[in-house]
DNA sequence: GTCAGTGCAAATACTTTGCATGATA
DNA sequence: TATCATGCAAAGTATTTGCACTGAC
């Protein structure tokens, strides 16, 4: 799925929600649509301050990203290390995360078995599950290949 | 294991660190073991303050939950809702949880296969899992049974 | 007696909100 | 033109911290 397609699609949203696009969401979506990585809201704010184009102040970022929530175009990630990033979601399969307690980085992860487990778990408990969140922490491939380097896994290890 | 056990369990941990056993200390472990359920910092000052006994102020109940996580006495738990909960470990094996975006209610589970699956997930990015947390959102049975009486289930569903 | 712990109030960090102004459909 | 959106600054909310005093060991 190409961006203007999907930018389509946030019209249309808005349209059906009685809200109007802004060059200020316009620049917030295309944002987030470019990037492939997880942003936090300041860290949209500061891209978009330091790129060329219309003022969008924080408050309005806020705003802005709990719209595109609420639409199902990006979705929140709690990291766990205390902070909350987003992420895109058309055209992306559902997925899971495993964050790296060392520098941060998110890889992601799919594992249908693991949700159809999850399923199984809910139906037992007369639950129905509208979403699930599952995050594994630890250290990432590089980082641990960095540490083993320097004789400091072990150290890193214990100190988490 | 009784609370005295893990009350010794408590003290030699302080010991370990150089830390002192205090009045307010006391306090704040004991009722997290005494009760069993999930709460907030909030509603643990709001318990202490409630009963008899020393006061402890609510710098005092965030920096002693501090101290019982890092002891691994206790774990927090993000809600997805906002808001982190903590519940106390000794004694209760590993689970994951479900929480009902109705009531709030947290339901516990466990799953020996999805840990299995987890850690192949892990092992295949060459990742070294620390912990993971998993989470099911949705609404719990009781809320369910009640909003299908009321016949409002279907756009309780369409709110979420 | 020494060092750590406590309460308090101030500080911090993050997010939301009221309101006057400006822009979209 | 009727809403709705924006920016700003103020107000919340949740948590942390500096400091003088108190208490545990």
Redesign the pocket.
Known sequence: MNEPVIEERFEEF?KGE????????RRVFEKAFDVHEHF???RMYEWLKAEEG???????V???L?VLERGGFIEAVETGRG??VYEHILGHEHHDHMVCRVCGTIAEFQDEEIEALQRKNAEKLGFIMTGHMLRLSGICGDCAKKLRAEGTLDATLESL
Do not use: C
């Open positions: 808005l009685n809200l109007k696009m802004t060059p200020q969401r936090s809201v300041e219309p003022d969008v102040s924080r408050a309005t806020y705003r802005t709990e902070e909350v």
